[in-house]
């Protein structure tokens, strides 16, 4: 593989990545270093690669897995820690006035669920897995995907339960 080939495969599949990686994470910055370490070792394990199924399902894999080392490290804990002892100083107070769109809502919601379910919601709705592909990818069985999808459904149905929707005020 030449520095084409990677570069066109980056091109490819970064911005799928890294959905991905931030589904996990929740942090732009730590998603972003994520792909980034995933294209380094797949670049370093260029001759260990064989193409036995669709690259964008092995880079996903990596990415999963990068993604939950990420949350089980030091680095990671000592950033939450931190966020959770300081004031939120950078977050800005709304009058009321200004509503938030409802993708945005709906996105803030999903990052709330536990790990388990939000990566199944993440894989199913936004990266359009099916569910055997989410089972491979995240190395659980099909009937597992199936359980944290209705659970996840559940559990964001109650979280946007009472909120007013902006488009239904219009009909």
């Not at 990677?6 to 911005?15: D, P, S």
């Not at 536990?114 to 569910?131: A, D, G, I």
Request: charged residues 30%; hydrophobic residues 35%; proline residues 2%.
């Amino acid at each position: 593989m030449d520095r084409e080939d990677l570069a066109e495969i980056m091109v490819r599949h970064t911005e799928y990545l890294l959905r991905i990686a931030y589904g996990y994470v929740k942090d732009l910055h730590a998603a972003e270093g994520i792909v980034q370490e995933v294209f380094i070792k797949f670049c370093g394990n260029k001759g260990k690669y064989e193409e036995r199924g669709e690259l964008k399902a092995y880079l996903a894999k990596m990415t999963v897995n990068k993604s939950k080392d990420y949350l089980r490290s030091w680095n990671y804990r000592k950033v939450q820690l931190k966020t959770s002892l300081l004031p939120h100083e950078g977050k800005r107070n709304t009058d009321g006035l200004v509503k938030k769109d409802e993708q945005e809502l709906i996105g803030e919601a999903i990052l709330r669920l536990p790990l388990k379910q939000r990566e199944v919601l993440v894989h199913f709705y936004f990266t359009e897995m099916t569910l055997a592909e989410i089972a491979d990818v995240i190395s659980i069985p099909v009937s597992t995907v199936k359980t944290r999808l209705t659970r996840g459904r559940e559990l964001l149905r109650n979280q946007l339960q009472g909120i007013e929707w902006e488009v239904l005020n219009h009909e």
